[in-house]
């Protein structure tokens, strides 16, 4: 079992930078694959970025270059760096787990970036 909780959304002005976190209780983080996700008004929920436990990352292509991800095993933490924010990154951001036969969601965090 593992519990997520996501930290770190606000109000940002285009151009500004904001730090996310999630705490994750429980065990098994060192060995799942961590990735961040969002969702906009009226849009579907997009992937953003993801490492898995070996530290590679991938990252969607909009965000690419902008956000960086990064992973703390010794204090089961995920964060995402996100950078150059524009408008169009405003969403609820959700913190995400997987593994094999494994699928744990945060409840999200507000992300609001200003023109």
């Known amino acids: 079992q593992l519990q997520l909780v996501e930290s770190g959304g606000g109000l940002v002005q285009a151009g500004g930078s904001l730090r996310l976190s999630c705490a994750a209780s429980?065990?098994?983080?060192?060995?799942?694959?961590m990735a961040w996700y969002r969702q906009a008004p009226g849009k579907q929920r997009e992937f953003v970025a993801r490492?898995?436990?070996?530290?590679?990352?991938y990252y969607a292509d909009s965000v690419k270059g902008r956000f960086t991800i990064s992973r703390d095993n010794a204090k089961n933490t995920v964060h995402l760096q996100m950078n150059t924010l524009k408008p169009d990154d405003t969403a609820v951001y959700y913190c995400?787990?997987?593994?094999?036969?494994?699928?744990?969601w945060g409840q999200g965090t507000q992300v609001t970036v200003s023109s």
């Open positions: 995400n787990a997987v593994n094999v036969g494994l699928d744990y």
């Open positions: 490492i898995n436990p070996g530290d590679f990352s």
């Open positions: 429980g065990s098994i983080f060192s060995i799942m694959t």
